[in-house]
């Protein structure tokens, strides 16, 4: 009965874990790919437009910091499943 007991625990354990890096690598990928098509877009914008080049670049700064924000939020996340 005990060893049945400490199994299932084990056994949640070991999900919860492969749940939590899942769930970290998920939030890494649609990061890098919203930074990527932040990045290409912004790359087609300025060659269509050279002259507005500072003000498309600083909007792209700005949306991929955000976006790095969310994605650092999700890992904290989940490191907190994992460790606590």
Known sequence: ??????????A???????GAAIAAS??????SMGISRIGSSA????ARQPESAS??????????AL?????????IVCLLVLFV
């Open 1 to 10: 009965m005990f060893l049945t007991i400490l199994l299932q625990a084990a």
């Open 43 to 46: 790359l087609e914008s300025i």
């Open 26 to 31: 998920i939030a890494v990928i649609g990061a």
């Open 67 to 75: 976006i790095e924000g969310v994605a650092m939020f999700a890992v």
């Open 55 to 64: 003000d498309i670049r600083s909007g792209m700064l700005l949306a991929a």
């Open 12 to 18: 949640g354990s070991a999900i919860a874990k492969m």
